[in-house]
């Protein structure tokens, strides 16, 4: 689906008289003339194909045929001197596909007209918000402005609708993905080749994300997690400082991001080059999972009934190692849930009222064990695509046999 049907199934789902308003946001003042690096609303990517701050998409649903204007920031020669070229109307309209093109000192304006003659009833933003504690972010600020200034108009949540059509993704989509799996497989083949007993946690993030950088990816999809050792226990460990130390295992979550989209794998390996016979027992009960929900994965499942599958398997690996006695006793060693959707988020968004995986929905698939008393962390995660039979594993060339891991570590180390 294009960024043009996307619109259009959009537009299926507003209310009649109704209009959407979806900022990509603005930059995040850090001090002095220091700023965030600029991250788009996802919402707003997915819907234009447009990265870049200060751009607004309003999709007008009140007349016979539905009207959708993108407004941009009029070049400026002398801020572009200090900040960069501004994407002009050319390239806006030819990324997104959008012919109507406006500058924003027009949208106040513009929104006013349409009130006036248009009778609209509804506005739609994108309202996400993931806990109270949350600093509340541009357009949800954006939002209650306009309902303060226009109280007689309701206002919707867009972010429903969004999710429920982001769980599928297109071919185009699932290229990206791919293309994310292929980098990060190279950045995961870079550290074994230099992974060494007496190596720091930052050096095995530092050749991952050189490999990410020099592809001409966007850059990683979310902090690398390098845990050695008891580090490796904690589930998004991102200090990153300590040795690398002889006999330990590294556990490594971590991912490209290829034109806005994810890849997120985890990988554990043996420090030295050789797992231990321990090491390799706990290995192979959460390879035995990864593989088993790989093969359950289809149209019709949910991630709960993945994670039951999942659960199994590692609760029969953990009474065989005497770790535990009985099923339930499985939450001491593994606490998290075996996946979730992957995409322009890493957590990629889901609709509670669609549980069940559909064709084109991408998963992933990461089962692990933590294990205090023995300093040992293993996760081994990759990223499926549901089919509509069963699932196509994208990242399955990415070494996971440990037989693999310690030849592979002994034909190419530097």
């Known amino acids: 689906m294009n960024l043009e049907e996307r619109r259009k199934k959009t537009y299926e789902k507003m209310a009649e008289q109704s209009v959407l308003i979806l900022f990509s946001g603005i930059p995040s003042h850090v001090s002095a003339d220091e700023y965030a690096p600029f991250q788009a609303n996802r919402n707003f990517f997915y819907l234009t194909g447009l990265r870049r701050e200060q751009m607004i998409l309003v999709m007008d649903n009140t007349g016979e045929e539905p009207k959708t204007t993108l407004f941009i920031e009029k070049a400026d020669p002398h801020a572009e001197r200090w ?20 500058f924003l000192e027009d949208f106040e304006d513009s929104v006013s007209r349409t009130l006036a003659r248009s009778g609209v009833e509804t506005f739609y933003f994108d309202l996400y918000r993931e806990q109270m504690s949350d600093m509340m972010d541009y357009n949800t600020l954006r939002a209650a402005e306009f309902h303060k200034n226009y109280p007689a108009v309701a206002l919707k949540n867009l972010h429903p609708i969004l999710a429920a059509l982001r769980m599928q993704k297109s071919p185009d989509e699932i290229a990206q993905i791919r293309q994310a799996v292929a980098v990060t497989d190279e950045g995961l083949k870079n550290v074994m080749r230099r992974l060494k007993p007496g190596s720091r946690e930052y050096e095995a993030q530092a050749d991952f994300e050189y490999t990410v950088k020099h592809s001409g990816a966007d850059g990683t999809a979310f902090p690398t997690i390098a845990g050695s050792g008891i580090n490796g226990t904690m589930l998004h460990y991102e200090t990153n400082r300590d040795v690398c130390a002889d006999g330990d295992l590294l556990l490594l979550d971590l991912g490209a991001k290829w034109q806005g989209y994810c890849a997120d794998i985890t990988r554990t390996y043996p420090v030295n080059g050789t797992f231990t016979d321990r090491q390799r027992q706990v290995y192979d009960i959460v390879l035995k999972a990864n593989r088993t929900v790989a093969r359950a994965a289809k149209p ?13 398997v590692l609760a029969e690996g953990c009474i065989a190692l005497g770790l535990i006695k009985e099923e339930s006793g499985l939450e001491k060693y593994y606490m998290h849930s075996v996946s979730h959707h992957l995409g322009i988020d890493v957590h990629d968004v889901s609709a509670p009222s669609q549980p069940k995986l559909l064709p084109g929905a991408v998963i992933t698939d990461e089962p692990g064990l933590y294990i205090d008393e023995w300093g040992i962390g293993i996760r081994i995660e990759d990223d499926l695509l549901i089919t509509e039979d069963g699932c196509e594993v994208l990242s399955e060339a990415v070494i996971r046999d440990p037989d693999a891991i310690e030849r592979f570590m002994a034909e190419n180390k530097l």
Request: hydrophobic letters at 25%; aromatic letters at 0%.
């Open 300 to 312: 019709g499942m949910t991630l709960k009934e993945l994670n039951e599958v999942c659960k199994k």
């Open 83 to 102: 900040r960069g070229k501004k994407v002009t109307e050319e390239e806006a309209e030819k990324i997104s596909g959008i012919t109507g093109i406006s």
